[in-house]
T-cell receptor, first 114, second 107 residues
Framework: EPEVTQTPSHQVTQMGQEVILRCVPI?????FYWYRQILGQKVEFLVS????????KSEIFDDQFSVERPDGSNFTLKIRSTKLEDSAMYFC????????????FGQGTRLTVV | RKEVEQDPGPFNVPEGATVAFNCTYS??????FFWYRQDCRKEPKLLMS???SGNEDGRFTAQLNRASQYISLLIRDSKLSDSATYLC????????FGAGTRLTVKP
């Protein structure tokens, strides 16, 4: 069964460093998303991406964040100048039929900022 | 008012019990509705989409009331493996999650 894959599964970084989280969406999907979940809290929308550009972003997704689809398969989330409060699980998701259709999630990258 | 609001839980029920979760949403323009389940420290997994006419998948029944902006999930004959957090999700231009309701099914 096709699945969304994310790497790494766990990333530890020092405060102030930049990190890149990687995702390979399901191959025939066109809509891609990043969500985050701080431990013990709800899943929060960060950004959606379609047709090689951001289609929606939340108030969390400020200038510290950027997304890219550098090739035909990868979808990346870059976090610049990481802060302690960026520590969270970051989930990538993709959907195939439209922005309001069901999305399938990767297993997540646990980011720990120390 | 929160965008998506769920029963706070937790729900602790015996095996075989029927349990119902409720969810309300604030944006009347919302177009799609889903229930996801999330196991501890895992990714959300789609349980079922929710349609206006109501829909059933085995032991799970989902209902949508657009007028009241209310969604429900009913689990019949609950199993130990149903223990998880159930997430109500509402989509307009992106998917917004409720905080989730924790269910524990006990022997």
């Amino acid at each position: 069964e096709p699945e969304v894959t994310q790497t790494p599964s766990h990333q530890v970084t020092q405060m102030g460093q930049e990190v890149i989280l990687r995702c390979v969406p399901i191959s025939n999907h066109l809509y891609f998303y990043w969500y985050r979940q701080i431990l013990g809290q709800k899943v929060e929308f960060l950004v959606s991406f379609y047709n090689n550009e951001i289609s929606e972003k939340s108030e969390i997704f400020d200038d510290q964040f950027s997304v890219e689809r550098p090739d035909g398969s990868n979808f990346t989330l870059k976090i610049r100048s990481t802060k302690l409060e960026d520590s969270a699980m970051y989930f990538c998701a993709s959907s195939g039929q439209g922005k309001n259709t069901e999305a399938f999630f990767g297993q997540g990258t646990r980011l720990t900022v120390v | 008012r929160k965008e998506v609001e769920q029963d706070p839980g937790p729900f602790n029920v015996p095996e075989g019990a029927t349990v119902a979760f409720n969810c309300t949403y604030s944006n009347s323009a919302s177009q799609s509705f889903f229930w996801y389940r999330q196991d501890c420290r895992k990714e959300p997994k789609l349980l079922m989409s929710v349609y206006s006419s109501g829909n059933e998948d085995g032991r799970f029944t989902a209902q949508l009331n657009r007028a009241s902006q209310y969604i429900s999930l009913l689990i019949r004959d609950s199993k130990l493996s149903d223990s998880a957090t159930y997430l109500c999700v509402v989509a307009l231009n992106d998917m917004r999650f409720g905080a989730g309701t924790r269910l524990t099914v006990k022997p």
